[in-house]
């Protein structure tokens, strides 16, 4: 069995930071205001809250450490101090979002977490709708098939995950998250950015590649996957691999989700994608109630 052991999913490794790019738009918006037509709601201003940022970011970094973390560990890497970042924990145990081992003294993630993620997979969610179609295209196609939800924060997160019966396994999990600008997905999500020539270069410029395409190649790849309303990487963030990426828009034909296959290149030929792309579409349609 194949194992591919690198820190990385086919929609993208790990953001190491944020670049600045268009927000992703409605699909086919008009760049002109009719008067018949209401005004555009004006962006909501976001006013900083310091303790609550300085949580979020105390859980991240929390997960990402399976080993844990001691005080000043955390102050350091977060740039706090000692004991505001002490009474934070404090108040994170208490809620039971995170545990103290008392005699190391570090800090991990608590069960309470599992029940704020179990409340997300619930309930309806994009990740119990999309689960059986998953399941549908893994089995029938022998692909690793992904629901995933792509953030405001130029990053995707991985919501539900059926695992290829192929003799290789990918390490992505449920609940990673990653760079959005990436792979097939990120081909859908700069098809919609509305980016200029030169933002569309900065956006390339910033994505991690195992084999990159050039930039002209992969421009016109994004003017494709607007066209056709599907992405296909092959080989290029990781050799020997391809994914198929097709997107999901909400009421307002926004770009919320992808529904993503990724397979041995070997194994998809051009035929193959096609019937892939035929199924993931019918998964598509199902999930926003076309027959």
């Not at 990120?186 to 030169?198: H, S």
């Amino acid at each position: 069995m194949i194992s591919l052991d690198m820190a990385w999913t086919p929609l993208g490794r790990a953001a190491s930071g944020k670049l600045d790019i268009p927000t992703v738009r409605r699909r086919h918006q008009k760049t002109s205001s009719m008067a018949s037509e209401p005004s555009q709601p004006k962006a909501q201003r976001v006013r900083p809250v310091p303790a609550v940022s300085r949580s979020i970011a105390i859980l991240r970094l929390l997960g990402e450490s399976k080993p844990g973390l001691g005080v000043k560990a955390i102050a350091d890497q977060l740039g706090l101090v000692p004991s505001t970042c002490l009474h934070i924990l404090r108040v994170l145990v208490s809620e039971d979002l995170v545990q103290v081992d008392s005699a190391t003294k570090r800090y991990t993630l608590a069960g309470g977490m599992i029940s704020l993620a179990r409340s997300v997979l619930e309930g309806g969610s994009f990740a119990q709708r999309v689960q059986p179609g998953l399941d549908r295209l893994a089995a029938r196609h022998g692909v690793t098939a992904m629901g995933v939800e792509v953030t405001q924060h130029q990053s995707v997160v991985v919501l539900a995950l059926s695992k290829s019966n192929q003799p290789f396994r990918l390490h992505t999990d449920v609940g990673s998250q990653f760079s959005s600008l990436v792979s097939a997905t990120g081909r859908l999500i700069a098809a919609e950015l509305g980016a200029t020539a030169a933002q569309l270069k900065k956006i390339y410029a910033a994505i991690a590649w195992d084999d990159a395409p050039g930039f002209t190649i992969w421009r016109n790849e994004v003017e494709l996957a607007k066209r056709q309303g599907w992405a296909l990487d092959r080989d290029h963030f990781v050799r020997g691999l391809s994914v198929v990426a097709l997107p999901v828009f909400n009421a307002r034909q926004q770009l919320t989700h992808t529904v993503v296959a990724v397979g041995m290149s070997s194994l998809l030929d051009g035929a193959a994608v096609q019937r892939l792309v035929h199924d993931m579409r019918t998964e598509v349609d199902a999930l926003a109630g076309r027959p």
